[in-house]
């Protein structure tokens, strides 16, 4: 048996740059791994298929693990090759952390150790960038940075943990819907606005920490509890609170003393429906374990 730990993600910034003739939009988008996972156990088998107790997550074949599996198979010329496949889930779904894209990216690694194949990350990650455009950033994990869908990734310093509270409200969202409405709203596609300065080394020092998102004005209204939720953060002592990704999970980073007990039973309080779950920042992706 072969098992993998999956890790979630938040996105420190995320700036549209334009719509791509593709569909998708143009990012520059600067992912961070944080410590919630999901873990994934593969056993060898004729064919492929997935066990997950989660009943909100389908375990047929559009499900990212399986996908993964199946294109790592094919590429790789190994259809006689099967995998019997676990999931157990703590990362929300449709919740902006990229948890199927994580169990996508553990897929490959899993099944690249169980059909004993010799292939490269890079290679991994072509194929992870079909599946979905995150799934390259979990290859790698920590901190990044995502350009073209969001696929091409580009490693930058690792700043350090630092604290992070997770904010899940009671839905997800889908991240296309999303994107939907960022783009009517988007002006013609300016291929040269670059990101805020966003810099790996200085973002935890507090103050001049720049983040924004661009899919949060339009999710924001769409789903206003969301701002509700990301200014009672500030008001928390955050030092910076934002939507992650599409949504539809709201995250605060805080300093080394985090959220305070008073401060969390006010938001548990004012967010009754709201899962509140306190969190790291860490230096890895999806990896084998044991
Ligand atoms: O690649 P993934 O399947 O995770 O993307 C989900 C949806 O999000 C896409 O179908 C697309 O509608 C939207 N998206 C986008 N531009 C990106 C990434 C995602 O429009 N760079």
């Known amino acids: ?23 998708y939009h143009e990012l520059d988008t600067v992912f961070q791994a944080v410590d919630l996972w999901d873990r994934l156990e593969v056993r060898p088998a004729d064919d492929l298929s997935l066990v997950c107790e989660d009943a909100g997550v389908p375990t047929g074949p559009e ?3 399986l996908r993964a599996a199946s294109l790592l198979r094919e590429a790789r010329g190994r259809q006689g090759d099967g995998a019997r496949f676990r999931l157990d889930k703590s990362i929300p779904v449709q919740s902006g952390l990229g948890g199927g894209s994580s ?30 455009a995150d799934v390259p950033f979990f290859l790698t994990g920590g901190t990044a940075r995502g350009r073209g869908r969001g696929d091409v990734i580009e490693p930058m310093g690792y700043p350090g943990e630092r604290r992070i509270v997770l904010g899940f409200p009671p839905f997800g969202i889908p991240t296309a ?28 020092k507090a103050k ?6 661009d899919l949060e004005a339009v999710a924001f209204e769409r789903w206003p509890e969301l701002e509700k939720f990301r200014d009672a953060l500030r008001e928390s002592g955050a030092v910076a609170a934002m939507l992650s990704g599409s ?9 080394a003393t985090g959220l305070t007990r008073a401060s969390e039973d006010r938001l548990r309080l004012e967010f009754p429906t709201w ?3 306190t969190t790291c920042t860490i230096d890895k992706g999806a990896h084998l374990i044991g």
């Not at 690694?109 to 960038?129: H, K, M, S, T």
């Not at 783009?183 to 200085?202: F, G, N, Q, V, W």
């Not at 949504?247 to 300093?255: D, I, P, R």
Request: include cysteine; proline fraction near 4%; charge should be positive.
């Open 1 to 23: 048996m072969i098992a993998v730990r999956c890790p979630a993600k938040i996105n420190l910034s995320l700036r549209i740059l334009g719509r791509r003739s593709d569909g």
């Open 63 to 65: 499900n990212l693990v």
């Open 103 to 132: 169990d996508a990216a553990g897929a490959l690694l899993a099944c690249r150790a169980l059909w004993q194949l010799d292939v490269g990350l890079r290679a991994l990650a072509e194929l992870g960038a079909r599946i979905g």
């Open 177 to 204: 819907e999303v994107f939907r409405l960022a783009s009517e709203k988007l002006t013609p596609p300016d291929i040269d606005a670059s990101l805020r300065r966003l810099s790996a080394r200085k973002w935890p």
């Open 208 to 213: 001049h920490f720049e983040a924004a998102n």
């Open 247 to 255: 949504g539809s999970t709201v995250f605060g980073l805080f300093e």
């Open 275 to 277: 899962s509140v779950h």
